[in-house]
Structures are given as C-alpha cells and as structure tokens.
C-alpha cells in the first residue's frame, strides 16, 4: 500500500472516532493549581477536566467547548474575540513599560564642546532618587530650549508577601495531623482552625504607603471535605508567629472566597482589614469552621498589596 493509501486509511479512521464524540458547552466552576478545570456540563459537576492550549487566560464563570468522552476535554473558550476583551490589559502592560523605561536617549562625553546645534551649559547637576529611578535635573543659565516637564511619580509596585509559616490547631493546640491549614471537622474529633503567618513581612510593605488594596491567593487541596464549591471562613489574627497554645482569632468570619475541590482562587479584602494589616495591629489570616459542612485543607496565602 502507497503513502497515499495509508495516509486516506487513517483519517478515515479517526472521522469514524470522531463521529461518536459530541461537542457541548459547560460552564467552568473553577481553574485548579494543577491548570484543569471544574467544570458544570448538562447538569452534573466534572472535576479535574483536562484543557488544549487553545483555551488560555482560564478563569471560573468562562463557557467553554467541550468534547465529550470517556475522557472529555475543553477545547476552546466560547465568547468574544479576546483582541477585543484583553485590549485594556494590554494597554495598561504597555503603560507601565513606559514608566519603567529612562528617557534619556544617549549619554556621551568627550574634551570638546558637543557637535551640532540645540546644545546648552549646565551651570550645575542636582540628583535624586524617586520610586527606585534616577532624577536629574541640569541648571543652565539661560534657557533657550524650553525644558520637557516632570513625569508624575508613579504609585509604588504592587508587592506579594508570603507567609513565614502556616498550621493548624485543634483543641487548643498545634494539630499535627494536618499538614496544610484546614477549617471544620470531619471525623467528629473537633473543630479545626488553620492560619498563615507572616511576621512583620505585611506591615514592612505598607511602611510609608497608602495602600489601595490587598488581595490573598488560596488553593483548595484535594482528599478534603465535599467535592463542590465550599466558603472559607476567614478571621484575622494577631500572632506574628504561629503559638503553642491555642490560636486565637481576631475580626470575622467573612466568605471572600468559594473554592471547589482542588480549585485555586483570590479574594480581596476588606478595608478595614487591610488597615489592620498595614498598621500592624493584624497579623495574619485564618480559617475556622464548624462540623463537616464547609471542611477543607488550603494552601497558599500569598498577600498581594497595591498601593495608590
């Protein structure tokens, strides 16, 4: 049999493969740390649902094609172009390129006076240093060349602070069975209360800034609790290290964030929390619950901080 044979023979094959799978669309739940999604397809909940490269910039609410199978898989994104959707982002990556970038075109030197026209004397050089980038500022005794204008002072870069440590407690004390921080209880042995710490990591950060905002990223591990989308239960804390004793908690509950079953997710906090933790008079975050309703384990608890 020729190449050509042989090449019509198999794709013969796969359209006959092909016809027995359908396409349909699902909503997705959520995207997991693993980079599958959650997905809702004709009425029941799929977890773990593998994706093409085609399908990018996955977030949870997308509707999306998905081929169907003993194995289903997304395929694709449904929706608008995404040269519409993403234009503002890009626009605002470009934005702060410029910022970073110095507007000097060329720096030279040399024993003579500079060739061509447009050149003036400084008298005298002043420097300084704002957010991190050189300043100069040239003193000429007569200004024949109006000089640019100042750029405004950007706000400081958006910072992310890791906790130092994390655990669990359980009966007033460290629960050494749980290797991630966890809220609930899920064998009847006691409620468990799970928390992050960070020092003095977050209220450094914020030291001679006003902060605008302040997001936590968490991610929801698998084996723990109900497969759907559960609440956190989150709490402040005032312990810059995690104690011996029991954990104790500060303002709260609030449900920022519902995650399903290995799922990852961000959620910004309130003002007054920010406030707390910027100030110092918070410490960190936790997660507390009560009975099996809302148990699970979580990682993460990165702090991004964006500054006005």
């Known amino acids: 049999m020729g190449i050509r044979e042989q090449l019509g023979k198999d794709l013969d094959s796969l359209e006959a493969e092909a016809g027995g799978l359908q396409t349909v669309s699902a909503e997705v739940i959520d995207v997991t740390e693993a980079g599958t999604v959650n997905i809702r397809m004709m009425g029941a909940d799929i977890y773990g649902v593998a994706c093409t490269d085609a399908y990018r910039n996955r977030k949870a609410g997308d509707t999306v094609a998905v081929r169907r199978g003993a194995v289903p898989v997304v395929l694709w ?11 503002a982002s890009i626009e605002q990556t470009a934005k702060a390129a410029a910022e970073d970038a110095q507007v000097v075109r060329a720096a030279t030197y040399g024993t003579g006076s500079p060739a061509g026209t447009g050149w003036q004397a400084a008298t005298a050089v002043f420097m300084r240093k704002v957010d991190g980038r050189l300043e100069l500022y040239f003193q000429v005794g007569n200004a024949s060349d109006p000089s640019p204008g100042t750029p405004s002072v950007p706000s400081p870069k958006p910072v992310t602070v890791s906790p130092t440590d994390s655990g669990t407690w359980r009966g007033g004390r460290p629960d050494e069975y749980a290797s991630s921080p966890t809220q609930g209880d899920w064998t009847g042995r006691g409620n468990r ?7 003095s990591r977050i209220s450094n950060a914020c030291a001679g800034k006003t902060v605008a ?8 591990k698998t084996g723990s609790g109900v ?15 995690a104690p011996s004793g029991q954990l ?3 303002d709260g509950p609030e449900e920022l964030l519902r995650l399903s079953v290995g799922a990852k997710g961000t959620a910004t906090l309130p003002a007054s929390w920010r406030a707390a933790l910027a100030s110092g008079a918070a ?7 009560s009975g099996s309703t809302d148990y699970m384990s979580v990682t993460g608890g990165q702090i991004t901080i964006t500054f006005s």
Do not use: S
């Not at 209360?193 to 020092?199: D, L």
């Open 213 to 220: 905002k302040m997001t936590v990223a968490f991610a929801r």
């Open 227 to 241: 497969n759907a989308k559960r609440p956190l239960h989150l709490y402040l804390h005032a312990h810059a290290t």
């Open 193 to 199: 209360r799970g928390a992050w710490f960070y020092g």
């Open 248 to 250: 104790n908690l500060g």
């Open 77 to 87: 994104r449904l929706g608008d172009d995404p040269a519409d959707t993403e234009q």
């Open 283 to 289: 410490k960190g975050l936790a997660i507390y619950a």
